[in-house]
């Protein structure tokens, strides 16, 4: 990880921090607002950091950005405390610590994901971010990222692969990722276009290739990696027969096809020339992480 990305990652997650510190403190003490909290604690804040450098790279200030930013951590973290219920991947570890049902209860942990979901489309929304127009339109195409068009689409594929008991196909697999990780970073990298109401189209292709390469990684994480370091549990999906690009792919192929994935993502910012040089090395990062 270079000096930059590394500095603009650690300020873009401070940024993060501070902007939730904020929301929540002006809502009551209570115990699924403590859950909320705790489920958008931690995390790598890629996403938000997406949001916040490529807003930088249209020349948006970040007092504007910095709410797309945590509307977007909010929103991956109720997808991660849903999708920790027993009803779904029923896992007791995220990000080193237990799950939020487990840390309290599962209807607690429902309604802070809930909350953690509502509280993102506020926060796109706030009138601190821009004009009416751009507002609009960050919550369209977040809601589309997060759907029944996006990650809910992904989520319910992968259930309904499951359930019928069929390893999918690498067509199948990449679609199917496409929506449940790919969606939500590919509009993190497209909303600083959209808060400056630019075209998104480099940054889509960009962060296409860096969603697909982000799966990737995690499933050779799910092969390679140690439950303590990546803060969750490991070796599951081999444990139950899920088709991954690992194992479809091999574990090499899957690392050539996250490399080619990685290159692909770097040569969509040539519009930006050297501005873009910290997303070049976000989407390096991206394979080369250990959790």
Request: proline letters at 2%; glycine letters at 10%.
């Amino acid at each position: 990880m270079t000096g930059l990305f590394r500095a603009r990652l650690d300020e873009a997650a401070a940024r993060i921090e501070s902007g939730f510190a904020q929301v929540f403190s002006g809502l009551q003490d209570l115990p699924v607002v403590r859950a909320m909290d705790y489920a958008s604690d931690g995390g790598k804040r890629l996403r938000g950091f997406l949001v916040l450098e490529s807003a930088r790279l249209h020349g948006v200030a970040p007092d504007r950005a910095i709410w797309p930013a945590c509307a977007i951590e909010a929103l991956h973290a109720y997808s991660l405390v849903h999708d920790d219920l027993p009803c779904m991947d029923d896992d007791d570890l995220r990000r080193g610590r237990p799950t939020v049902h487990r840390h309290w209860d599962e209807a607690t942990a429902v309604l802070a994901g809930d909350a953690l979901q509502t509280l993102a489309f506020e926060l796109v929304a706030d009138p601190r971010v821009g004009p009416g127009d751009v507002r609009a339109d960050l919550a369209l195409s977040l809601a589309r990222a997060a759907g029944a068009r996006g990650m809910v689409l992904g989520q319910a594929l992968d259930i309904a692969a499951e359930t019928a008991g069929r390893a999918l196909t690498l067509e199948e697999i990449t679609a199917l990722q496409a929506g449940k990780t790919g969606a939500l970073i590919q509009w993190s990298a497209e909303a600083g276009a959209r808060l400056a109401a630019a075209d998104v189209a480099a940054l889509s292709a960009y962060a296409q290739a860096l969603g697909l390469a982000f799966q990737i990684a995690d499933d050779i994480l799910d092969v390679e990696g140690d439950a303590a370091t990546v803060g969750k549990a490991v070796g599951k999906d081999a444990g139950a027969g899920k088709a991954t690009f690992v194992s479809l792919l091999g574990l090499d192929g899957a690392k050539r096809r996250a490399a080619t994935l990685v290159t692909e993502a770097c040569d969509a910012l040539d519009v930006y020339g050297a501005e873009a040089d910290c997303l070049r090395e976000a989407a390096r990062f991206v394979i080369s992480r250990r959790h």
